[in-house]
């Protein structure tokens, strides 16, 4: 199971890892009154700070305990529709690594390689795609890859990567989780606050969970202060539409970030944005890394300059080269263990497996 919907005390629908969606044939609560209610005591008392769910407050969010180290998140909302509605999203995947997306079809050989040698050779990367792409567990698995030895704090608003959870790892994590205000409306920390904390901790990589607001400033500054192999998500369409997504997350910070201001840093900040993508289709539900590109500097079109590295092939995990990066970014992979050979010839679509 992936997700819970309920809409309503008696209409609940269960979503499953395959795409697969049946109806649940229990309701959750007596009433609606009843399911309210039981909300209420949860917001009231399971967070790090009392939150209302109330006629006044009527959007919330948590993570409770759900049988799994990563837990799950509810996300809840009244008065605004007709009944009660929750979402409850489980953390399936706690520990996948590279190998585990591989093995499941995520992405092929080539690409695994790839994406561990852009870790261990420091590189700057924003994992992208739509809701429910995989974005946070292709980023669980690149963080697997990071060495043991380094201090790589995380920031999120809810915990989901869950690094400091994995009993393989040695302690030399900072997990940091955002606070939502209180039922007396203080006690905020925001992602914001806790990305200008985290430079202050001297750490050898920041990641980033997801930025959905003007936090994106604090965000590429993180990236950009010097420490390298920092790490984060983003919602996106695709690889291409990044900086302007960027940009216009940028016009929600306080100040506002000027458009050209935040092309610069992009185009400073990163080395590689990873987009992923989900197919829903008849047979079941698949994702994979649908491509990869380097950001370069600023262009005459006033926006970072893109250089696609790999494709790939619609309906597979096959990843086709095509087109090697600049000279820099290919010496730091091929330090990093990566065959610069891989770019030498593109594969033909559909040529088989690398």
Known sequence: IENIHIHGCDHVLVECADG??????????????????LLGELFARCGRTAREFAPARPIANLRIAAGGP?????AAVREVCERPRVAIRRHRLAHATLDDLHAGGTLDASMRDFLAAAVAAGLNLLVTGGPYAG?????????????????????EDDYELGL???????????AWEARAAGAEGVGEITLDDLLKQALRHS?????????RGGEITALLRALGNGAT???????ATSARSVPERIAALGQLADPPLPIPAAHRWTASALDLIVHVARHDHPAGRTRSVAEV?????????????FTPLFATAPGT??????GPPSPGLLERLTAAGHDARVFDLPTAWGGGSR
């Open 164 to 174: 400091h959870l994995d009993q393989q790892r040695p302690p030399l994590v900072t």
């Open 203 to 211: 750490p050898s990589r920041v990641v980033v969970g997801e930025v």
């Open 229 to 235: 192999g920092g790490m984060g998500t983003l919602h």
């Open 293 to 305: 590109v380097e950001v370069g500097p600023v262009g005459d079109a006033e926006t970072p300059d």
């Open 70 to 74: 990563l837990d799950a998140r509810v």
């Open 135 to 155: 974005k946070t567990t292709l980023l669980r698995a690149l963080c697997q890859q990071i060495p043991a030895t380094e201090h790589v704090v995380t920031v």
């Open 20 to 37: 697969s969606t049946a109806r649940w044939p229990y309701p959750v609560a007596d009433s609606d009154e009843a399911l309210l209610e």
């Open 317 to 322: 995990p096959e990843s086709i080269p095509v």
